[in-house]
């Protein structure tokens, strides 16, 4: 499996309170993503990278940003969370952006805002 | 329309079964096509990439058709592991080349393999 690791792996807070999703990966790949997969959405990609410090929106950015300050790391952050970003949040990450290069998958973070 | 149409399913079948899933995709300059799975509550897992001639895998073939921007997977000899949501995935192509891999997911077929 590809060395990838989020963290929280839950985590149940507060409507207004800021959040910060981690992404780790030990595969030294160029490209990650953030999606959220919802019931009756399926996955939905929120920002991704594409380098160190280069980082661009996806389809359902509102409300969310990103960092990248090292290669292994990509952090989602929800300055002010609320009940609609209650979902499923999933890194991937790519080795390349062309040809048939997949995504991998982390093992998902849980976010319940109350 | 949507980039990634696929029948939600359910799609119930015996052990042994052959069952095949479908999907099309609007986005003509779309490059790369997979297939994922994904069991309940857990994240999507590469199940196989889909070339033009067509590939197999063990009991798994996909089948692309770009002319009708249709793709399929046929699972023979079904197995109650086979039990799981299948998501047809997609590259956002364009011309320029600056999808950055951004991939385009279907919302999954659903099946379950029973005894």
């Known amino acids: 499996d590809a060395g990838i690791t989020q963290s929280p792996r839950h985590k149940v807070t507060e409507t207004g309170t800021p959040v910060t999703l981690r992404c780790h990966q030990t595969e030294n790949h160029r490209y990650m993503y953030w999606y959220r997969q919802d019931p009756g959405h399926g996955l939905r990609l929120i920002h991704y990278?594409?380098?160190?410090?280069?980082?661009d929106k996806g389809e359902v950015s509102d409300g969310y940003s990103v960092s990248r300050s090292k290669t292994e790391d990509f952090l989602l952050t929800l300055e002010s969370a609320t009940s609609s970003q209650t979902s499923v949040y999933f890194c991937?990450?790519?080795?390349?952006?062309?040809?048939?290069?997949?995504?991998?998958f982390g093992d998902g973070t849980r976010l319940s805002i109350l | 329309r949507k980039e990634v149409e696929q029948d939600p399913g359910p799609f119930n079948v015996p052990e042994g079964a052959t069952v095949a899933f479908n999907c099309t995709y609007s986005?003509?300059?779309?490059?790369?096509f997979f297939w994922y799975r994904q069991d309940c509550r857990k994240e999507p897992k590469l199940l196989m990439s889909v070339y033009s001639s067509g590939n197999e895998d063990g009991r798994f073939t996909a089948q692309l058709n770009r002319a009708s921007q249709y793709i399929s997977l046929l699972i023979r000899d079904s197995k109650l592991s086979d039990s799981a949501t299948y998501l047809c995935v997609v590259n956002k192509g364009d011309a320029g080349g600056t999808s950055y891999g951004k991939l385009t997911f279907g919302q999954g077929t659903i099946l379950t393999v029973h005894p």
């Open positions: 991937a990450i790519s080795e390349t952006q062309t040809g048939y290069q997949p995504q991998h």
């Open positions: 990278s594409y380098g160190v410090k280069d980082t």
């Open positions: 986005n003509s300059a779309s490059q790369s």
